[in-house]
């Protein structure tokens, strides 16, 4: 190679932009290692061990691929579109925002195809559905309960009363009552594209405070559009953007301690403790609830932040309880008898959550974090290559700034709390546990981009950053779209096709490995055309459904279930 053609292949021009390359080379070739082993190569494993199906089908191909965009991010460096991109951004964050929530509400149609993939999903769709009709629970059928939630399923993501036929979400509905407005106006797939959207924009305010430049928040912005899992998981109906919206306002209005925004962040706090579940915005919250506590004026802070947590949490955090032991009938052990004492209802539900949380929390035995480990590379993965080494630089360069320091204290703090939980993630694009801290990354890497203000965009560093965005944005996007396309419609399969134009029920054939008991999913009340029922054999459909629906005909039938076209009335 000529010393003329030597620049041009790798005119990276700088130690900081060749470091990077080849730090994101190794550890793109550990990662496909990491990735082989846990799947258990060459054997493709079961779909049911869904992470592990997941690394080996989709994670080997996307870490090849960036570590091509890394190398072909040195030869694209020293153009300019990408800068001009990223000068765009930081001008126009709101406009940027506006075509962001576009592209992804195109995505959860056409991408996602609008479908709850998770039962977490599925049980904060149906809640909000609730909601949005103005109650506090579903109604089913009580006959028909053990059919319209498939028995493994039931009092553990939806709690139903065989007694009455009310049925709720077993988790905390705040992420529903965000979602409640949105499935009133029959568009609930545009609530976490609205979320994400006001996410890029506050990363792109907390940045730019931080740095104190506007570039800053365009590169903030620039780095998560441009991280598949951070757009992937917009297209869910996982509360997990939400998480990572409300934990990023938690950190804005704490910049200034004053006792209003003190009391607004503990309402804000209070919101994400009862989104789904209070672990994650707990484990990113607890360096700043510290760090206040250090401070000459704690007695005051703590009290104003404690003032905007209380009231909310206090209602909703045991309201809810007692509206959800009311359903569990005796399908938990309780400590007090099933009835309509709500002080009984109460200690019941915390006891089930107790045995649920013992259930969960397991110390950090060598399989936990093996799994921990796949997912931080899963986090790498599915993002800009590098982002979490420019978040780590810029953490650093920053550091006499407590801001700065808290938000990688927070990103800490929720690795570290996660290693005392004793599952998978299972489903969800990216890294989904680490998610609700997810927003400190692109902010601190912008930190690191934005520091030498004499230099600016022109330094080799900025320009090789700024190609390899751009590159993550066109082909890691487009192939972590292809992916999750490919996968949810493959899973939509496994349902039998509906009959056009016709009141039917679909009986979804028990398959455990393949988890299509996930598809009888159903409104609320019943509203539907179509009802979708676990099925349970051939000779027991027939029987259930001539007894349940005279006049039913049955029109289709494969290993994948059965299809019965009701009578019009």
């Not at 049980?123 to 493994?152: D, K, N, Y």
């Not at 009310?166 to 409640?180: H, K």
């Not at 929720?414 to 989904?432: E, V």
């Amino acid at each position: 190679m000529t010393e003329r053609a030597r620049p041009i292949l790798w005119g990276w021009g700088e130690p900081g932009a060749r470091g990077l390359a080849a730090a994101c080379l190794i550890v793109g070739v550990v990662s496909i290692v990491f990735f082989l082993d846990y799947a258990g190569f060459p054997t493709e494993p079961a779909r049911y061990r869904v992470l592990q199906y997941l690394v080996a089908t989709q994670d080997v191909h996307a870490a090849l691929v960036l570590m091509g965009l890394v190398l072909l991010a040195g030869i694209s460096s020293s153009r300019v579109p990408a800068l001009r991109l990223l000068d765009f951004i930081a001008r126009h964050p709101w406009k940027v925002a506006a075509i962001a929530f576009g592209a992804l509400c195109l995505g959860a149609l056409y991408v996602e195809h609008n479908h709850p993939l998770a039962q977490d999903e599925y049980a904060a769709l149906f809640q909000s559905r609730v909601f949005a009709a103005g109650r506090l629970t579903g109604r089913f059928p009580p006959e028909l309960l053990g059919h319209l939630i498939p028995p493994i399923y039931l009092n553990q993501f939806l709690y139903g009363s065989f007694a009455t036929g009310e049925v709720a979400s077993a988790y905390w509905p705040g992420f529903a009552l965000l979602l409640a407005p949105f499935s009133f106006l029959h568009v609930p797939w545009a609530c976490n594209p609205l979320l994400a959207s006001l996410a890029l924009v506050l990363m792109a305010k907390i940045a730019t405070r931080l740095g104190g430049e506007p570039r800053a928040g365009g590169w903030a912005m620039l780095l998560a559009l441009a991280s598949p899992g951070f757009t992937g998981m917009a297209l869910t109906y996982f509360s997990m953007t939400a998480h990572l919206l409300l934990n990023l306002v938690f950190a804005w209005l704490l910049l200034e301690r004053t006792p209003r925004r003190l009391m607004l962040a503990g309402a804000v706090g209070s919101l994400a403790l009862l989104l789904h579940n209070p672990l994650p915005h707990t484990l990113f919250a607890l360096p700043w609830i510290a760090w206040l506590a250090l401070q000459p004026t704690r007695r005051r802070d703590l009290l104003a932040l404690a003032a905007g947590y209380a009231p909310a949490t206090a209602l909703v955090g045991l309201g809810w309880p007692i509206v959800l032991a009311g359903l569990q009938g005796n399908a938990n052990i309780g400590l007090f008898p099933f009835d309509d004492n709500p002080f009984h209802r109460l200690v019941n539900f915390f006891w089930g959550w107790h045995i649920k949380l013992r259930t969960a929390l397991a110390m950090p035995s060598e399989d936990v974090r093996a799994t921990r480990l796949v997912e931080m590379l899963r986090l790498w993965n599915w993002a800009v290559p590098g982002l979490a080494l420019l978040a780590a630089a810029g953490w650093w360069l920053k550091r006499h700034n407590p801001v700065v320091l808290l938000l990688g204290a927070s990103l800490l703090a929720t690795a570290a709390g996660y290693l005392f939980i004793g599952f998978t993630q299972g489903y969800g694009w990216g890294a989904r546990y680490f998610h609700p801290a997810w927003g400190a990354l692109p902010v601190l890497a912008a930190l690191a981009l934005a520091h030498r203000r004499d230099e600016g965009q022109s330094h080799p560093l900025a320009r090789y950053v700024a190609s390899l965005a751009v590159l993550s944005l066109v082909f890691a996007t487009g192939l972590r779209a292809i992916q999750i396309d490919r996968f949810v419609t493959a899973h939509l399969a496994l349902r039998p096709p509906l009959v056009a134009d016709a009141r039917q029920v679909v009986l979804v054939t028990y398959d455990w490995w393949n988890y299509a008991q996930d598809l009888v999913q159903n409104d609320p009340f019943l509203r539907d055309s179509v009802w979708y029922m676990q099925s349970f054999g051939e000779a027991r459909n027939a029987d259930f459904v001539r007894a349940r629906f005279p006049g039913a005909q049955r029109v289709f039938r494969d290993s994948r279930g059965e299809v019965w076209r009701l009578p019009p009335h």
